[in-house]
């Protein structure tokens, strides 16, 4: 079984900073691409940034310049860096890992979810 553990989120104002982290742990033989989601009330999920396990990355227009994914592969976690927040960027967020386990199966697999508030 694969698990991930989220952390990092929070109530922060406009203009602030979080940090978010997702760490997976279970039977993982290998984790390729790394993602962060979110979902505001109402709306869909949508895909924030992802990076690949060679570290090309993707963002959503919405957060260029301003939010940075990174990887530390030797712990299996996923980083996602938030600066200069806006009331816009509130939601739930989510992580997700696509993993190869021990034994060869692949499969995506989520965190728990957590809750980022930017105040204006």
């Known amino acids: 079984q694969v698990q991930l553990v989220e952390s990092g989120g929070g109530l922060v104002q406009a203009g602030g900073s979080l940090r978010l982290s997702c760490a997976a742990s279970g039977s993982i033989f290998a984790i390729y691409v790394m993602g962060w989601y979110r979902q505001a009330p109402g709306k869909q999920r949508e895909l924030v940034a992802q990076i690949t396990s060679g570290g090309v990355t993707n963002y959503a227009d919405s957060v260029k310049g301003r939010f940075t994914i990174s990887r530390d592969n030797a712990k299996n976690t996923v980083y996602l860096q938030m600066n200069s927040l806006k009331p816009e960027d509130t939601a739930v967020y989510y992580c997700?890992?696509?993993?190869?386990?021990?034994?060869?199966?692949?499969?995506?697999?989520w965190g728990q979810g957590t809750q980022v508030t930017v105040s204006s």
């Open positions: 997700k890992q696509g993993v190869m386990k021990i034994g060869g199966s692949l499969g995506d697999y």
